[in-house]
Structures are given as structure tokens and as C-alpha cells.
T-cell receptor, first 118, second 114 residues
């Protein structure tokens, strides 16, 4: 069965430093997608970055990059140059299959609460 | 372009009542998914609608139901509310074109059952 594991319930990082949030996944599908979302205290889920299982390059979006290690089934999020506004919950999620023919159902991990210290 | 909107934002109900939540996806998005978020269970998938058809359903009792209209707007209904239904209900929409995979979430409806 699909499963997402985030082993860090909470993390601290100093402002302007980089931080890595861990995510491992389990699936028997060959085709899948991995997502990271940010959830501030307001509750809205903000899409950060996406990595497809067949993508050979690690995804990057501004200060966010995804360290994708397929053989190890890990998809860690790296935030460079942390800002105070990065303080939030971060969720890793997986979708089995890619493209319009597959369901858009997401399986989420339990999340990591990141606190950026000034 | 307007984002995903959900109404109402906050709702207080009592046990045994029923509730309807609404979600308007981003214009042009055809897939709408619903999730329940609680401190104990985290984020759990409820169901997904695509072109007015339920494409996938999570492991929730039949009290939870939904539908999608021809304009892609979606509603979910919870009947005979229980205390454990108190949660943040999130709706997400997707464009569904080629390999586009991004899903955009609305601000959520926070339901409290007393």
C-alpha cells in the first residue's frame, strides 16, 4: 500500500541557512508523482514543488529543490536561505500514476513543523 | 486568475445535523478532490470528481457524499454529524491536461461539531 513517512515532527533552522526536510515513500507503482506543500497557520495548503517518477533531473522552484533518490524511495525538500515566512507545516504527498488518466488522489505524510529563528 | 474558493469558511453544527460544503475550482480545472484534516488522523482523502463523475473514494462512511456540477463546482455533504467530524475540510482542483500534476488547494472550511 502507498505510504508517506516524514520522520521529523519539528525542526528549527536559523534564518538565512538551508534546511532539509525528509520524506520517504512506499509504492508498488512504477509511475507516480511526489509533491511538497506548505501549510501556514491560516490553514491553506500552498503547492511548492513536484517531482515525477520518470523525471531524471531533480525539481527546483526558486529557493525550493527536491532531492529525489528513487532507489532509496526518498524525496527530501531542501529550502535554501530560510526566511522567517518559511515557518509553517510542510507536507510531503504522493500521487500514484501520472497524467490525466490517473486519479488525482494524494496520500500525505504526517508533516514537519519548521520554525525559522531570527 | 481566482484561486480555489470554499464556502463557508467556518461552520458550527450540532450532532445529528447535516452540512453541505461548497468548492469552486480554478477556472478551467476539471478535477476536484476533497480532504479531511484532523490533528489525530492528519490529511485524509475523501473523494475525487472528474467531469461530474466520482473517480475515486477514500475510506469514509456513507454519511460522507459529494457531487460535481457541469461547471466543475463541487459540493460535499455530511449527514448525521458526529463529534469526530470536526475538522478542516480542504478542496483541491487540478487542470487535467497531459502530464500536468499540480493540485491547488482552497483555504478550507473549518467545521466544528458540538
Amino acid at each position: 500500500a502507498q505510504k508517506i513517512t516524514q520522520t521529523q515532527p519539528g525542526m528549527f533552522v536559523q534564518e538565512k541557512e538551508a534546511v532539509t526536510l525528509d520524506c520517504t515513500y512506499d509504492t508498488s507503482d512504477q509511475s507516480y508523482g511526489l509533491f511538497w506543500y506548505k501549510q501556514p497557520s491560516s490553514g491553506e495548503m500552498i503547492f511548492l514543488i513536484y517531482q515525477g517518477s520518470y523525471d531524471e533531473q531533480n525539481a527546483t522552484e526558486g529557493r525550493y529543490s527536491l532531492n529525489f533518490q528513487k532507489a532509496r524511495k526518498s524525496a527530501n525538500l531542501v529550502i535554501s536561505a530560510s526566511q522567517l515566512g518559511d515557518s509553517a507545516m510542510y507536507f510531503c504527498a504522493m500521487r500514484e500514476g501520472e497524467g490525466m488518466d490517473s486519479s488525482y488522489k494524494l496520500i500525505f505524510g504526517s508533516g514537519t513543523r519548521l520554525l525559522v529563528r531570527p | 486568475k481566482a484561486g480555489v474558493t470554499q464556502t463557508p469558511r467556518y461552520l458550527i453544527k450540532t450532532r445529528g445535523q447535516q452540512v453541505t460544503l461548497s468548492c469552486s475550482p480554478i477556472s478551467g480545472h476539471r478535477s476536484v478532490s476533497w480532504y479531511q484534516q484532523t490533528p489525530g488522523q492528519g490529511l485524509q482523502f475523501l473523494f475525487e470528481y472528474f467531469s461530474e463523475t466520482q473517480r475515486n473514494k477514500g475510506n469514509f462512511p456513507g454519511r460522507f457524499s459529494g457531487r460535481q456540477f457541469s461547471n466543475s463546482r463541487s459540493e460535499m455533504n455530511v449527514s448525521t454529524l458526529e463529534l469526530g467530524d470536526s475538522a478542516l475540510y480542504l478542496c483541491a482542483s487540478s487542470l487535467v491536461v497531459g502530464r500536468n500534476n499540480e493540485q491547488f488547494f482552497g483555504p478550507g472550511t473549518r467545521l466544528t461539531v458540538l
